[in-house]
C-alpha cells in the first residue's frame, strides 16, 4: 500500500519561504509525477504543482514565480518551497501521486496544515 | 485555466437516497474527470477516474458519468458515512482545476 507523508515546519513567518517534504512509502517514487495541492480554510482544492521523476515539472501560472518543486529519489521523497509567503498561503497542504494514466490522484498524504503569521 | 463548476453547493439528503451531483467544464476536456470524497481532516479519497470509472475498493453505490462538459456523480443509496464533501477535478490540461466542492449533509 503506498503510503505518502508530509513534513516540515508549521509556522512560517510573512516574507520568508514555505518548506515542506513528502515522503513516499509502500512503493518505489520512480516513474510517476507527484503534485502538491493546497486548501485554505473554508475554500476549495488548488493545484500548486507537479514533478516527474527525472526533475520535469509543471507548476500553476497563479503561483509559478514563487514556487519550487524537486525530487530526491534516493530518499524517495519529493519536496515544496515556497518563497515570499503571505497570510493568503496559509493552508493545509498535500502531498499525491498522479495515476500513470488519466492523471487523477489516486493516493494522497494525510495533510499539513502551515500557518503564516509572525 | 479550465474552469470547473459544481452544483448544488450543498446538499441535504437522508439515509437512502439517491443522490446526484454536476460537474460542468468551461471546455471540453473529454472524458478526463475525477471525483474525489473529503472527510474534515482526512485525506480526499479518489472515487471515480476519467468521468465514469470506480476506483479500487470504492463500494458500487458510487457512479460516474459524462463528456465533453457535462459530468454527474451518483450515490444510489446514501449511507452515514457517505456524508462529506465532494469535489470534481479536471486532468485534462495543466493546471489541473478542482470544482468548489458539493458539501452533503444529513437532512
Known amino acids: 500500500q503506498v503510503q505518502l507523508q508530509e513534513s516540515g515546519p508549521r509556522l512560517v513567518k510573512p516574507s520568508e519561504t514555505l518548506s515542506l517534504t513528502c515522503t513516499v512509502s509502500g512503493d518505489s517514487i520512480n516513474d510517476y509525477y507527484w503534485s502538491w495541492i493546497r486548501q485554505p480554510a473554508g475554500k476549495g482544492l488548488e493545484w500548486i504543482g507537479r514533478i516527474y521523476t527525472s526533475g520535469n515539472t509543471n507548476y500553476n501560472p497563479s503561483l509559478k514565480s514563487r514556487v519550487t518543486i524537486s525530487v530526491d529519489t534516493s530518499k524517495n521523497q519529493f519536496s515544496l518551497k515556497l518563497n515570499s509567503v503571505t497570510a493568503a498561503d496559509t493552508a493545509v497542504y498535500y502531498c499525491?501521486?498522479?495515476?500513470?494514466?488519466?492523471?487523477?490522484?489516486?493516493?494522497w498524504g494525510q495533510g499539513t496544515l502551515v500557518t503564516v503569521s509572525s | 485555466d479550465i474552469q470547473m463548476t459544481q452544483s448544488p453547493s450543498s446538499l441535504s439528503a437522508s439515509v437512502g437516497d439517491r443522490v446526484t451531483i454536476t460537474c460542468r467544464s468551461s471546455?471540453?476536456?473529454?472524458?478526463?474527470l475525477n471525483w474525489y470524497q473529503h472527510k474534515p481532516g482526512k485525506a480526499p479519497n479518489l472515487l471515480i477516474y476519467?468521468?465514469?470509472n470506480l476506483q479500487s475498493g470504492v463500494p458500487s453505490r458510487f457512479g460516474g458519468s459524462g463528456s465533453g462538459t457535462d459530468f454527474t456523480l451518483t450515490i444510489s443509496s446514501l449511507q452515514p458515512e457517505d456524508f462529506a464533501t465532494y469535489y470534481c477535478q479536471q486532468s485534462y490540461t495543466t493546471p489541473y482545476t478542482f470544482g468548489q466542492g458539493t458539501k452533503l449533509e444529513i437532512k
Open positions: 499525491a501521486r498522479l495515476a500513470r494514466n488519466d492523471w487523477h490522484f489516486d493516493y
Open positions: 476519467a468521468a465514469s
Open positions: 471546455q471540453s476536456i473529454t472524458t478526463f
